[in-house]
């Protein structure tokens, strides 16, 4: 095993929470070590020796390392290559300040934790996975936190009305949120100017970079392994390359999705560890070998109180592929409402209009979250559709869930949006013609009203909705809102009834863009 740097097998998803203190035993970060290695599985592990070459005809890899200029050549029968990914550093001015770091590996770790101790002031560029964690872990350590994200939300993956609490969450926690603009250079001088697209100017002391990664494929590509016009490896299901005697595997390899088939890239620790089993079983064992049946692409994370994750295809992912889909929002508590401590969740749910098939999912909550977004992994895994999630036997007692757990209501929403039960609205609509009736209670209504926008509102509580259909007019549609999307389903179902031609707004208000409107 040849390794460039000092350290194996080491937790980096865990680097962040070591850097705020949470994990407090560094070495709890070495799963495994060169010593522990040739303990258990009599391996050659060599540290600080990097390959720099590969020889495909000769079968050999050359190798540096040990004292300084020696080279030796390494002959192989097969050859395995999981060289991950590095993060970005985009060639812009000042990017090479001392205070700029990017989050890899244990000395990375390292230098970040020590640059802290003396900055008060963290700027953290890039509101993805890493960048979130980084932010939180930093306000944990008491510093003063800006988080700058180039696009209008944090966790680019996910669909925007489902980020909105993790937004919330960092800005009651703290931080200062800075969506929609980006950094196009740094100044160095007594500290480090982050100086935006947008003109503003933001002082750090330390700046963490966690804008994306690259593979680390140079030795792939000068070996003449077949590559993606990105720079990842491709390879087949058993993780092979082109070469078949050469397999790749993690970050810097380029595999199949499952719900599409095509080709897609996956910077997960779960999926790395799968392929590393896949390649490993085929070269040892082929006669009990199956094919890696392509990535799904699940992934969570939390915010202070805050946790959100996906999995699958989100509705912005399926709409630029240009995929038919369809989509519903619910909400409801993470167990029986009336024990104890219930707390609010907010599922969304794509799904195949031809086959009902289960595309994608998105969940968000203070709790709960990661039950059930494996749950729908599972369901994507499975092929299940909406009508196997409307009915799949869950467990439930009061302090652990629901009768109707928050995923059968989401299958059931989607079998009645399929069924023409109820015509989903995914936003509020922008036509100053529709006419929009909150069916909230009055006073709920008069305590967080949302602003009209030139459209046309009315409350009228859904208990006496019935008895006042006349103040509508009939002959111009209806879009029903609530706070949670449950009582507008029930109102469109008598507008409907009524002849209105009239859609719910699926998710509610707390589904809705418009902070003014969330009732997290």
Same mark, same amino acid.
């Given at each position: 095993?040849?390794?460039?740097?000092?350290?194996?097998?080491?937790?980096?998803?865990?680097?962040? @929470?070591?850097?705020?203190?949470?994990?407090?035993?560094?070495?709890?970060?070495?799963?495994?070590?060169?010593?522990?290695?040739?303990?258990?599985?009599?391996?050659?592990?060599?540290?600080?020796?990097?390959?720099?070459?590969?020889?495909?005809?000769? =079968?050999?890899?050359?190798?540096?390392?040990?004292?300084?200029?020696?080279?030796?050549?390494?002959?192989?029968?097969?050859?395995?290559?999981?060289?991950?990914?590095?993060?970005?550093?985009?060639?812009?001015?000042?990017?090479?300040?001392?205070?700029?770091?990017?989050?890899?590996?244990?000395?990375?770790?390292?230098? %970040?934790?020590?640059?802290?101790?003396?900055?008060?002031?963290?700027?953290?560029?890039?509101?993805?996975?890493?960048?979130?964690?980084?932010?939180?872990?930093?306000?944990?350590?008491? =510093?003063?936190?800006?988080?700058?994200?180039?696009?209008?939300?944090?966790?680019?993956?996910?669909?925007?009305?489902?980020?909105?609490?993790?937004?919330?969450?960092?800005?009651?926690?703290?931080?200062?949120?800075?969506?929609?603009?980006?950094?196009?250079?740094?100044?160095?001088?007594?500290?480090? %100017?982050? !100086?935006?697209?947008?003109?503003?100017?933001?002082?750090?002391?330390?700046?963490?970079?966690?804008?994306?990664?690259?593979?680390?494929?140079?030795?792939?590509?000068?070996?003449?392994?077949?590559?993606?016009?990105?720079?990842?490896?491709?390879?087949?299901? $058993?993780?092979?390359?082109?070469?078949?005697?050469?397999?790749?595997?993690?970050?810097?390899?380029?595999?199949?999705?499952?719900?599409?088939?095509?080709?897609?890239?996956? *910077?997960?620790?779960?999926?790395?560890?799968?392929?590393?089993?896949?390649?490993?079983?085929?070269?040892?064992?082929?006669?009990?070998?199956?094919?890696?049946?392509?990535?799904?692409?699940?992934?969570?994370?939390?915010?202070?109180?805050?946790?959100?994750?996906?999995?699958?295809?989100?509705?912005?992912?399926?709409?630029?592929?240009?995929?038919? @889909?369809? !989509?519903?929002?619910?909400?409801? =508590? $993470? $167990?029986?409402?009336?024990?104890? +401590?219930?707390?609010?969740?907010?599922?969304?749910?794509?799904?195949?209009?031809?086959?009902?098939?289960?595309?994608?999912?998105?969940?968000?909550?203070?709790?709960?979250?990661?039950?059930?977004?494996?749950?729908?992994?599972?369901?994507? *895994?499975?092929?299940?559709?909406?009508?196997?999630?409307?009915?799949?036997?869950?467990? @439930?007692?009061?302090?652990?869930?629901?009768? =109707?757990?928050?995923?059968?209501? +989401?299958?059931?929403?989607?079998?009645?949006?399929?069924?023409?039960?109820?015509?989903?609205?995914?936003?509020?609509?922008?036509?100053?013609?529709?006419?929009?009736?909150?069916?909230?209670?009055?006073? $709920?209504?008069? *305590?967080?009203?949302?602003?009209?926008?030139?459209?046309?509102?009315?409350?009228?509580?859904?208990?006496?909705?019935?008895?006042?259909?006349?103040?509508?007019?009939?002959?111009?549609?209806?879009?029903?809102?609530?706070?949670?999307?449950?009582?507008? @389903?029930? *109102?469109?179902?008598?507008?409907?009834?009524?002849?209105?031609?009239?859609?719910?707004?699926?998710?509610?208000?707390?589904?809705?863009?418009?902070?003014?409107?969330?009732?997290?």
């Amino acid at each position: 095993m040849i390794e460039r740097g000092p350290d194996v097998s080491f937790a980096n998803c865990g680097l962040p @929470y070591f850097i705020g203190g949470e994990i407090a035993d560094r070495s709890a970060l070495s799963v495994q070590t060169p010593q522990t290695l040739k303990a258990m599985l009599n391996l050659d592990v060599r540290t600080r020796t990097e390959a720099v070459a590969i020889d495909r005809p000769g =079968k050999r890899v050359r190798v540096r390392g040990g004292s300084p200029g020696s080279e030796e050549w390494i002959a192989y029968d097969k050859l395995v290559l999981a060289p991950g990914a590095v993060p970005i550093r985009p060639p812009l001015p000042g990017i090479g300040s001392p205070r700029i770091h990017t989050l890899r590996n244990l000395q990375d770790m390292d230098r %970040i934790k020590a640059a802290a101790v003396a900055a008060e002031q963290v700027v953290v560029i890039g509101g993805g996975f890493i960048g979130v964690e980084m932010a939180e872990q930093l306000v944990r350590l008491e =510093k003063k936190v800006a988080l700058v994200e180039m696009l209008d939300q944090v966790i680019p993956p996910m669909d925007a009305s489902m980020t909105v609490l993790v937004e919330d969450e960092l800005r009651q926690g703290g931080v200062d949120l800075i969506l929609g603009d980006g950094v196009v250079a740094f100044e160095d001088g007594g500290k480090t %100017i982050c !100086s935006l697209r947008s003109g503003r100017k933001v002082e750090a002391d330390l700046v963490v970079l966690a804008i994306g990664v690259r593979p680390d494929t140079a030795l792939a590509r000068d070996a003449g392994l077949l590559l993606d016009p990105r720079g990842y490896i491709r390879v087949d299901g $058993h993780m092979r390359t082109s070469d078949p005697d050469i397999y790749a595997a993690g970050d810097a390899v380029l595999v199949s999705d499952y719900v599409s088939g095509d080709p897609c890239t996956v *910077a997960l620790g779960g999926p790395a560890n799968r392929q590393g089993r896949a390649a490993a079983t085929h070269i040892f064992r082929p006669d009990l070998a199956r094919e890696m049946p392509g990535a799904i692409g699940t992934a969570i994370v939390r915010a202070f109180n805050a946790t959100a994750g996906l999995t699958g295809w989100s509705e912005k992912r399926l709409r630029a592929a240009g995929r038919s @889909y369809r !989509s519903t929002t619910v909400n409801d =508590k $993470h $167990h029986a409402g009336y024990f104890p +401590a219930a707390q609010p969740l907010m599922l969304k749910l794509l799904w195949d209009p031809a086959t009902g098939r289960v595309l994608g999912a998105q969940v968000t909550g203070l709790d709960g979250v990661d039950k059930r977004l494996d749950v729908l992994a599972t369901a994507i *895994a499975g092929g299940l559709t909406i009508d196997r999630l409307a009915q799949l036997e869950l467990a @439930y007692a009061p302090p652990f869930g629901s009768a =109707k757990d928050i995923v059968n209501l +989401a299958g059931m929403s989607a079998c009645n949006a399929r069924d023409g039960l109820v015509d989903p609205a995914g936003e509020l609509p922008g036509d100053p013609t529709v006419q929009i009736v909150d069916v909230r209670p009055q006073g $709920h209504a008069k *305590a967080h009203p949302f602003p009209a926008g030139g459209r046309a509102v009315v409350n009228i509580p859904l208990d006496v909705l019935r008895s006042r259909l006349g103040e509508l007019d009939r002959s111009r549609p209806v879009v029903a809102v609530c706070a949670l999307g449950k009582n507008s @389903y029930f *109102a469109a179902r008598i507008l409907a009834q009524n002849g209105f031609s009239v859609q719910s707004l699926s998710g509610g208000l707390r589904a809705s863009l418009d902070r003014t409107c969330s009732t997290w």
